[in-house]
């Protein structure tokens, strides 16, 4: 068991709300910290056909079995519940909360918004971060093999095998319930595809003509993914410096450990020798710091800034009006060329950058402005 940041933000909200929704990828501990933050509360599990076909036959009579709130566990199955279950809650009364979980993000926040806007909080829920896994024991090339679901720490078996499963009963199942894809080999090429363009500018032409499919249809997919919690999307920071920015925006997933298996690396000696391992350190840290956000029950507020000269800083962490500029590398080794871009930045926004920071695989200091970070415990830093 997993200590998780996000239940302090959860004990926060629901004194306030009486509906919490918890989204995110299948097998990032949604029902264990539902099930472990509230331990009084029923749990229905709507993957059960039984239960599911009980719950659609007739929802009234459904929601009166449970008057003291309930966990309703992968909630998009059952959309049409959402209707009836805000009445039901204004009728039993607001301290009856109930506890909602879901996997496809796009099914749920839909019926979300037609049914239970502005009486229930949404949560985002990642597999593990690094603090909540105490990694500081682990080398960056383990905790990117490793990444951060449950079932892979302390795994007695080859993390390929776990991975494959993943893919095949979560990824592939979930997208073909999303759309019809009617040749999985070629969708199993664009998401392979995908991870080797990690932390790239997406471009749709490119993709498509990769995998022979049309730019349309990598849009479409890209969504599906989205949907599903697979990956993440970050977008350039627009505001205009007196340069031209470009539009497009960057691809991360939402766990390293399987990005690393659709790239075919399975040992520490792979990654270190790899060539996307960059990448893959970027990765992690984008997703440490979306994280850390996201488990305050915060939106982002996560950028990147390039412009058309392909000058470019790898996040932008905006905080009110503050610009807080952030370069990753994975390297062990400081080199003052890993600032060029921060100081380019600083002097474009101004006085809107009260500080900066590096984070590397090296040791932590300052230098000039910018504060080095070694990366175990970085996001915790920067998002304070």
């Not at 519940?81 to 039993?92: G, H």
């Not at 301290?95 to 099914?107: A, I, R």
């Not at 000696?269 to 350190?281: H, T």
Request: charged share 20%; proline share 5%; hydrophobic share 35%.
């Amino acid at each position: 068991m997993f200590p998780r940041q996000m239940t302090k933000t959860i004990e926060t909200l629901r004194k306030t709300m009486p509906i919490l929704t918890i989204l995110g990828p299948r097998q990032s501990g949604k029902t264990t910290l539902a099930k472990t933050t509230f331990p009084e509360k029923p749990y229905v599990n709507f993957e059960q056909l039984d239960i599911r076909m009980q719950a659609l036959e007739d929802p009234n009579g459904f929601l009166k079995r449970y008057p003291k709130g309930a966990i309703f566990d992968e909630i998009q199955e059952v959309p049409p519940i959402l209707s009836y279950l805000l009445p039901f809650v204004d009728e039993i009364g607001e301290n009856d909360l109930f506890v909602l979980t879901g996997s496809h993000q796009t099914k749920v926040k839909e019926g979300i918004s037609q049914s239970l806007a502005g009486r229930t909080a949404i949560l985002k829920l990642y597999p593990l971060s690094l603090k909540e896994l105490d990694q500081n024991q682990r080398s960056m090339e383990e905790a990117i093999l490793w990444g951060g679901y449950p079932r892979a720490q302390n795994l007695n078996f080859p993390l390929t095998n776990l991975f494959s499963s993943y893919y095949q009963t979560y990824v592939e199942r979930d997208i073909s319930s999303l759309s019809r894809i009617h040749n999985l080999n070629q969708f199993g090429l664009f998401v392979r595809l995908i991870a080797g363009r990690i932390g790239q500018l997406v471009n749709l032409e490119s993709l498509g003509n990769d995998v022979g499919i049309s730019a349309s249809t990598v849009k479409e997919w890209l969504s599906l993914l989205e949907a599903s919690h697979i990956l993440f999307r970050v977008h350039p920071y627009h505001e205009n410096f007196g340069k031209r920015l470009i539009k497009s925006h960057k691809i991360y997933f939402t766990d390293t450990g399987l990005a690393c298996y659709l790239l075919g690396i399975e040992n520490q000696e792979q990654l270190q020798r790899d060539p996307l391992k960059g990448s893959l350190f970027e990765n992690l840290i984008m997703l440490e710091l979306v994280k850390t956000r996201c488990n305050q029950g915060l939106d982002p507020n996560l950028y990147f800034y390039r412009d058309r000269q392909g000058k470019e800083v790898d996040v932008i962490y905006q905080k009110g009006r503050e610009l807080i500029p952030i370069e990753i590398k994975s390297s062990s080794t400081y080199n003052s060329s890993f600032l060029d871009s921060l100081l380019l930045f600083q002097k474009l926004a101004e006085n809107r950058v009260p500080q900066s920071f590096l984070i590397y695989g090296g040791q932590e200091g300052k230098v000039h402005d910018t504060t080095l970070l070694s990366w175990q415990n970085a996001a915790n830093t920067v998002i304070a």
